[in-house]
């Protein structure tokens, strides 16, 4: 099994800044990559940062240069640094995991969801 615990959600103003935390651990052999993805009401999930286990990242258009994610390969961990936030940050954000894990002698490539945390940018 494999879990993802997600912390750093919750109500900040408009302007404001929040981080977000998405710690993996399980049965993981190595991780290709980390991500946050969002959804918003009435729309669809869409990808906020990935990062690989190399460092290269990409980020959505619509958080480029308002929000950097970073990795503690050490601790499994992805951190979301979200700053300038807008009303139209609000979304439940999810923690996603690209990895390998080993079952007998055979590698199987997997991803797995974090439950979401809610990000709620208003006055």
């Known amino acids: 099994q494999v879990h993802l615990v997600e912390s750093g959600g919750g109500l900040v103003q408009p302007g404001g800044s929040l981080r977000l935390s998405c710690a993996a651990s399980?049965?993981?052999?190595?991780?290709?990559?980390m991500g946050w993805y969002r959804q918003a009401p009435g729309k669809e999930r869409e990808l906020v940062a990935r990062?690989?286990?190399?460092?290269?990242?990409n980020y959505g258009d619509s958080v480029k240069g308002r929000f950097t994610i970073s990795r503690d390969n050490a601790k499994n961990t992805v951190y979301l640094q979200m700053n300038s936030l807008k009303p139209e940050d609000t979304a439940v954000y999810y923690c996603?995991?690209?990895?390998?894990?080993?079952?007998?002698?055979?590698?199987?490539?997997?991803?797995?969801w974090g439950q979401g945390t809610l990000v709620t940018v208003s006055s």
């Open positions: 996603n995991l690209e990895f390998v894990m080993k079952w007998e002698s055979t590698y199987h490539y997997l991803d797995h």
């Open positions: 399980g049965s993981i052999f190595s991780i290709n990559a």
């Open positions: 990062i690989t286990s190399g460092g290269s990242t």
